[in-house]
């Protein structure tokens, strides 16, 4: 009896042992998101150009951050996926809003301004929907 439930424990082991939790799965993008928010937070004030640049390269980054997660969760992916177009959507607009700031290319900034508050608002949208299915079953 004893080798029966040692060889179950083992397989099981084996088999989810190893595979990460959606915990810790959730813990991994709160931690890219918490990282970018703090970022973007420092500098959301800022009227120097190569700063504003510097936070879109941070976005950048926290883009391709978010894409190479290693998540299993189905759900969990889509929230990751979500993250990595919203930051990646954050620089290429901070980019050309810059760019369109330095040309005073009026019509450009405003549509700059237009797709940043539309990813000002799809961003937390994620963040929520993601917090309540990270809190659902634990």
Same mark, same amino acid.
């Given at each position: 009896?004893? $080798? @029966?439930? *040692?060889? @179950?424990? /083992?397989?099981?082991?084996?088999?989810?042992?190893?595979?990460?939790?959606?915990?810790?799965?959730?813990?991994? @993008? #709160?931690? #890219? *998101?918490?990282? #970018?928010?703090?970022?973007?937070?420092?500098?959301? !004030?800022? $009227?120097?150009?190569?700063?504003?640049? $510097?936070?879109?390269?941070?976005?950048?980054?926290?883009?391709?951050?978010?894409?190479? /997660? $290693? @998540?299993?969760?189905?759900?969990?992916?889509?929230?990751?996926?979500?993250?990595?177009?919203?930051?990646?959507?954050?620089? !290429?607009? *901070?980019?050309?809003?810059?760019?369109?700031?330095?040309?005073?290319? #009026?019509?450009?900034?405003?549509?700059?301004?237009?797709?940043?508050?539309?990813?000002?608002?799809?961003?937390?949208?994620?963040?929520?929907?993601?917090?309540?299915?990270?809190?659902?079953? /634990?």
């Amino acid at each position: 009896m004893i $080798k @029966i439930f *040692t060889l @179950i424990f /083992l397989l099981t082991f084996t088999l989810f042992g190893c595979a990460e939790t959606k915990v810790s799965q959730c813990q991994k @993008i #709160i931690l #890219i *998101t918490k990282n #970018i928010a703090q970022e973007s937070e420092n500098n959301r !004030q800022t $009227k120097d150009i190569q700063k504003a640049l $510097k936070v879109a390269d941070a976005f950048e980054e926290a883009a391709q951050n978010m894409k190479d /997660l $290693k @998540i299993s969760d189905e759900q969990l992916v889509k929230y990751q996926l979500g993250f990595a177009e919203v930051y990646q959507g954050y620089a !290429q607009t *901070t980019r050309q809003f810059v760019a369109a700031l330095q040309k005073k290319d #009026i019509p450009t900034l405003q549509l700059m301004q237009q797709q940043l508050r539309q990813l000002g608002r799809k961003e937390p949208e994620l963040g929520e929907a993601m917090n309540r299915y990270c809190q659902s079953n /634990l």
